[in-house]
């Protein structure tokens, strides 16, 4: 009977799971990268730790996001990374794969690593002002982690993937907390701005319009302007009058040929740096990454 039991075992052995298969650990090199077969496929997912019907929904609505703003997301199951810390893991795949556009950095990692019971969020340059590092926490602990708690990864990560995709698609709304946030921030934002340009000008303003005998603010008013081209330009000559002690003041302003803005204050640059653009993968035959990069945004949670 002993002699049967064994045969059994060898018998059976290659094909029965074993603890070293479930658990390997995997390097950033040797993570699959699916999405370069086929640009559908947004679920690495080598030792099936999602049933194929939530991959398919995953990468189903992973494709439809890119497809409607260019936005490459990525989901990562791993049954172990050995010692690696998961922010440093997710950082370096996501540098190495180079999700996302090389200028609008709109790329987003989510990685599962199922021995450590750690879900971590990494998003681009370019996301981090849609999905926050508070934002994704609240995914995380509201939509995620509760499902699991009960060992229901499926449901777990369906849900904070639906999340995820809802606001990077503008589908779904900041509660009223991120609302009132964010308006808070554009009106620093707005405040910033006013203080930048507008109390310089309001000094410079000032400076000019002081009269230096008696020192009454916005006392002198121009009364006359004559305009002469010279060797090294245009000077502009102005009279002022002081409307308080009648002091007048005469100042002479030289205005480069190449200016063409008769402004004392020379001029003042804002710019923008705008996010955008859609790049294609290589059809469904393979798709490709942009050269997306990241600074650590996200967030990572444990259960």
Same mark, same amino acid.
């Given at each position: 009977m002993k002699k049967v039991l064994c045969i059994l075992v060898l018998v059976l052995a290659p094909f029965l799971p074993t603890g070293a298969s479930d658990n390997k650990a995997?390097?950033?090199?040797? %993570?699959?990268? %699916?999405? %370069?077969?086929? #640009? #559908? $496929?947004?679920?690495? =997912?080598?030792?099936? +730790? +999602?049933?194929?019907?939530?991959?398919? &929904?995953?990468? !189903?609505? +992973?494709? $439809?996001? &890119?497809?409607?703003?260019?936005?490459?997301?990525?989901?990562?199951?791993?049954?172990?990374? /050995?010692? &690696?810390?998961?922010? =440093?893991?997710?950082?370096?795949?996501? !540098?190495?794969?180079?999700? /996302? =556009?090389?200028?609008?950095?709109?790329?987003? $990692?989510? +990685?599962?690593v199922a021995d450590q019971r750690k879900i971590r969020f990494t998003t681009g340059y370019g996301l981090e002002g849609i999905l926050p590092d508070a934002l994704c926490k609240r995914i995380q602990s509201r939509y995620m982690i509760p499902h699991f708690r009960e060992g229901n990864t499926d449901l777990g990560m369906l849900e904070g993937t639906k999340a995820v995709v809802a606001i990077l698609d503008g589908s779904m709304k900041a509660d009223s907390t991120e609302e009132e946030m964010t308006l808070w921030g554009v009106l620093l934002t707005m405040g910033v701005i006013l203080l930048i340009i507008v109390v310089p000008i309001w000094l410079i303003h000032r400076q000019e319009t002081t009269c230096p005998r008696c020192g009454k603010a916005g006392a002198l008013k121009v009364v006359s302007q004559t305009s002469t081209k010279t060797s090294r330009g245009k000077l502009i000559r102005k009279t002022m009058l002081c409307s308080s002690c009648g002091h007048t003041v005469i100042k002479e302003y030289l205005q480069s040929d190449n200016d063409d803005t008769d402004s004392m204050v020379g001029g003042m640059l804002m710019g923008s740096m705008l996010g955008g653009g859609r790049r294609g993968g290589g059809g469904f035959m393979g798709g490709f990454f942009g050269g997306g990069s990241t600074g650590g945004g996200g967030s990572t949670s444990g259960w």
């Amino acid at each position: 009977m002993k002699k049967v039991l064994c045969i059994l075992v060898l018998v059976l052995a290659p094909f029965l799971p074993t603890g070293a298969s479930d658990n390997k650990a995997y390097s950033v090199e040797t %993570v699959p990268n %699916v999405y %370069v077969q086929d #640009r #559908r $496929l947004h679920v690495s =997912d080598p030792n099936g +730790l +999602l049933a194929t019907e939530t991959q398919a &929904e995953i990468n !189903r609505m +992973l494709t $439809l996001l &890119e497809d409607s703003t260019g936005i490459q997301s990525m989901v990562v199951m791993l049954p172990s990374i /050995g010692g &690696e810390d998961i922010f =440093d893991f997710a950082h370096n795949l996501f !540098r190495h794969w180079g999700i /996302g =556009d090389k200028e609008s950095n709109n790329g987003m $990692l989510i +990685l599962y690593v199922a021995d450590q019971r750690k879900i971590r969020f990494t998003t681009g340059y370019g996301l981090e002002g849609i999905l926050p590092d508070a934002l994704c926490k609240r995914i995380q602990s509201r939509y995620m982690i509760p499902h699991f708690r009960e060992g229901n990864t499926d449901l777990g990560m369906l849900e904070g993937t639906k999340a995820v995709v809802a606001i990077l698609d503008g589908s779904m709304k900041a509660d009223s907390t991120e609302e009132e946030m964010t308006l808070w921030g554009v009106l620093l934002t707005m405040g910033v701005i006013l203080l930048i340009i507008v109390v310089p000008i309001w000094l410079i303003h000032r400076q000019e319009t002081t009269c230096p005998r008696c020192g009454k603010a916005g006392a002198l008013k121009v009364v006359s302007q004559t305009s002469t081209k010279t060797s090294r330009g245009k000077l502009i000559r102005k009279t002022m009058l002081c409307s308080s002690c009648g002091h007048t003041v005469i100042k002479e302003y030289l205005q480069s040929d190449n200016d063409d803005t008769d402004s004392m204050v020379g001029g003042m640059l804002m710019g923008s740096m705008l996010g955008g653009g859609r790049r294609g993968g290589g059809g469904f035959m393979g798709g490709f990454f942009g050269g997306g990069s990241t600074g650590g945004g996200g967030s990572t949670s444990g259960w």
